[in-house]
């Protein structure tokens, strides 16, 4: 799997690598990570396009992580990550919910510090290309991001109402829903100081429990 790597090649930030890194670890199949950077298109070209997460499987190659999703579901079908076709729709709301409210909201409080995270070779390209979307500087995205805080906590309040019920956003055990949050909220907290979460918040205890996960892979990934 082609993971998206900071200047120290052991710092893996993607939010869509982390849902596939859970997923697999969730199937219990193994995986060598190559580190991959922005820079490095050319690596990932016979995908037919510039992203990562992209697995090799036995010869198969497929990119964009809910794809990787479902080909390791059809591959490899437990212990399944959707729990039936039920399961794979409401997950198909949360990955769209993830990429557009959480990835838009965690973004704008985070963006700065991915600079200082990435390769040095990656940062005119990152900071050019993000301040085209933005339409202002990095620095300027990011200003004032403490007042913004309590706003972006606020937006998570669906996810905190689910997690006060049950354990894991797939009920019973996590699921996808479940890496895919978690997935998410990998990228600050391995790109950024910035405390996200507050201590009593469920989700701050339910991200924990994915946390230690698998091994602890989550908790033993490296920090910025
Ligand atoms: N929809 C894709 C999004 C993948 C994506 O945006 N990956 C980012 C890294 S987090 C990337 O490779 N960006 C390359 C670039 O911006 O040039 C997925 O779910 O895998």
């Known amino acids: 799997m082609y993971d998206l790597a900071g200047a120290d090649p052991d710092l893996r930030f993607s939010p869509y690598c982390w849902r ?90 985070i963006i700065r510090d991915l600079l200082d995270v990435i390769d040095p070779n990656d940062r005119e390209y990152f900071r050019s290309s993000r301040e085209a979307r933005f339409g202002k500087t990095l620095e300027q995205v990011q200003e004032g991001r403490a007042d913004r805080l309590a706003a972006f906590r606020a937006s998570l309040l669906p996810i905190r109402l689910v997690l006060r019920r049950q354990e894991w956003l797939g009920g019973a055990g996590p699921s996808y829903a479940d890496h895919i949050v978690a997935g998410t909220l990998m990228w600050p907290r391995c790109a950024s100081r910035l405390e996200l979460l507050e201590d009593n918040d469920p989700i701050a205890a339910w991200f924990g429990r994915v946390l230690d996960l698998y091994g602890g892979l989550g908790r033993s990934a490296m920090r910025a």
Do not use: C
Not at 78 to 102: K, T, Y
């Open 20 to 109: 596939i890194r859970f997923a697999l670890a969730h199937k219990g199949l193994p995986v060598e990570t190559i580190p991959w950077r922005f820079g490095d298109g050319d690596k990932i070209a016979f995908s037919g396009q510039g992203k990562v997460p992209v697995i090799q499987d036995a010869g198969t190659t497929v990119f964009d992580s809910w794809s990787i999703a479902d080909y390791l579901e059809e591959q490899a079908p437990m212990p399944s990550l959707f729990g039936g076709g039920i399961g794979r729709a409401h997950a198909v709301f949360i990955n769209a919910w993830a990429d557009s409210i959480l990835v838009g909201g965690i973004a704008p409080l």
